[in-house]
Nanobody, 115 residues
Framework: QVQLVESGGGLVQPGGSLRLSCAAS????????MGWYRQAPGKERELVAQ???????IYADSVKGRFTISRDNAKNTLYLQMNKLKPEDTAVYYC?????????WGQGTQVTVSS
């Protein structure tokens, strides 16, 4: 049974930083591609960043240069380091992994950027 559990969200002031974590179980973590997505109120869920099993990364244009996705295969954990946060980064952040036939999502963690 695949389980993804996010943590690390919270309230932060503009310009601040947060690090999100996603603990994975039920999969051979090292061979799975992983991703972070977010969904703001009234908007569709969107890609934030992805990291392949080999470490190749891609980012949404809106977060390039501010966010860093990484993974620790020994700990079965995915990370998202978020710096220089903006109010428009406010959203529920979700961890995702997938196979050719199925996608798996975590329950999400709320990030609120506000003064």
């Amino acid at each position: 049974q695949v389980q993804l559990v996010e943590s690390g969200g919270g309230l932060v002031q503009p310009g601040g930083s947060l690090r999100l974590s996603c603990a994975a179980s039920g999969i051979i973590f090292s061979i799975y591609h992983m991703g972070w997505y977010r969904q703001a109120p009234g908007k569709e869920r969107e890609l934030v960043a992805q990291i392949s099993s080999s470490g190749y990364t891609i980012y949404a244009d809106s977060v390039k240069g501010r966010f860093t996705i990484s993974r620790d295969n020994a700990k079965n954990t995915l990370y998202l380091q978020m710096n220089k946060l903006k109010p428009e980064d406010t959203a529920v952040y979700y961890c995702k992994t997938w196979t050719s036939s199925q996608a798996y999502w975590g329950q999400g963690t709320q990030v609120t950027v506000s003064s």
